[in-house]
């Protein structure tokens, strides 16, 4: 949804989003409460967008707005399919009815519409003959037609060539890792089916920078990288710690936990991932809410095959853990909440940044 935004805004026209982080059209920002917000307050912000001229809109709508039915009536013009693996199984119940709910989307696009669908996705490829709409789709592993070859990437830059419409474009982004190659694909996909100029797509890939949270490096003077990344899934983390391991760190210390109330499920996988792709990891509370953070913590425990952790339930502790036990070269990675700015307890909503609290320990340690 970023990247469409800053694509759209270098072509000079007006654009909307509504996701995860927040809710902004112009000058205008809203905190976001969902993902996808309810039918009369989501009607409601496209009245809005609608009124002061914004002509497109990027929504990231979840499974359970397309469960409850919170986007019927919106006729979308395209839609994206990313890629789908174990989450919210706590309201789904299984994977099937995850897909299912993902697929209503794609199913309910009219004739006139289009589908951008990765193609290297099992669920993607079941995705295609669901749809009536156009589809455009891409790859990096397999046939598309849109697809990524030569990528390369460092600790600040990633580079690609897009193969497309029997052209070779090169592509440069501040966004690192193959699983952003994934998502530069989709958007560069989506940008030249609406019939955008491939130069004019480059560019703002070029100059885009960053999405809050999202393997967002912390800029300091100490010898060893911190990232924070908003990976709270197994796969996720997977392809997080996946990409920091490429950058050919000396150690990567991992710092996660997993969110009360919500598929348990993952717990164990997510404890298991982490501990054999991390040199070493702190299990530490998210978002508890209303569950014991220590009871989270165990069942993330009996996943882990290897003796290669410790356990701090306090967060900020915990990070401050494992930014002590970073050498030179080291990566350390903070992982589950990204760009949310609160720790939901038991005892309810509080303050709490990753990003400041790294910031903070560092401060202290004299980087």
């Known amino acids: ?6 694509i759209v805004k270098e072509v000079g026209a007006t654009v909307g989003v509504v996701g995860t982080v927040n809710y902004r059209f ?10 996808t917000p ?49 989450d919210h199984l706590d309201y789904h119940a299984t994977l099937d009815n995850y897909f299912q709910a993902k697929a209503g989307l794609f199913k309910n696009l009219k004739p006139g519409s289009f589908a951008v669908i990765n193609n290297d996705d099992e669920y993607g490829r079941k995705i295609i003959g669901l749809t009536k709409a156009g589809k455009i789709t891409y790859s990096i592993d397999g046939e598309a037609e849109v697809r990524a070859s030569d990528i390369s990437f460092d600790i600040k830059h990633t580079e690609f060539i897009v193969n497309a419409a029997g052209l070779r474009t090169d592509f440069k982004s501040r966004l690192i890792g193959r699983h952003n190659v994934y998502n530069m694909l989709a958007a560069i996909s989506w940008a030249m089916r609406a019939g955008i100029d491939i130069k004019v797509i480059r560019r703002a ?13 912390i800029d300091s003077t100490a010898p060893f990288t911190v990232f924070v990344d908003y990976a709270h899934t197994e796969d996720a983390l997977k392809n997080v ?5 490429e ?35 702190v299990i530490t509370s998210d978002n508890p809410r209303s569950e014991d953070p220590l009871a989270i913590i165990e069942e993330i425990v009996k996943g882990v095959k290897n003796n290669n952790y410790c356990v701090i339930p306090d967060r900020k502790e915990a990070i401050r853990k494992s930014l002590l036990l970073a050498k030179p070269a080291d990566i350390v990675l903070v ?28 401060k202290l340690m004299g980087y």
């Open 38 to 86: 309810g039918p009369v307050e989501l009607e409601s912000l496209l009245a809005q967008m609608s009124g002061q001229g914004v002509s497109y809109v990027a929504m990231e709508v979840s499974s359970h707005a397309l469960d409850q039915e919170r986007i019927g009536g919106i006729d979308f013009k395209s839609a994206i399919f990313t890629n789908l693996t174990q």
């Open 205 to 217: 890939i070029a100059n885009f920078s960053s999405v809050p949270g999202r393997l967002e490096r």
């Open 1 to 6: 949804s970023y990247l469409i935004e800053a």
């Open 335 to 362: 992982a589950g909440k990204g760009h949310e700015d609160y720790q939901v307890l038991r005892t309810g909503k509080v303050h709490f940044d990753d990003r400041e609290a790294i910031r903070e320990c560092l």
């Open 241 to 245: 710690i996946t990409t920091l391991r």
């Open 247 to 281: 950058l050919s760190p000396r150690k990567i210390i991992s710092v996660f936990g997993c969110g009360g109330d919500r598929d348990r499920g993952k717990r164990p996988k997510m404890g298991e991932v982490v501990s054999r792709l991390s040199d070493y990891m």
């Open 26 to 35: 112009k000058d205008r920002i809203a905190p976001s409460v969902n993902t």
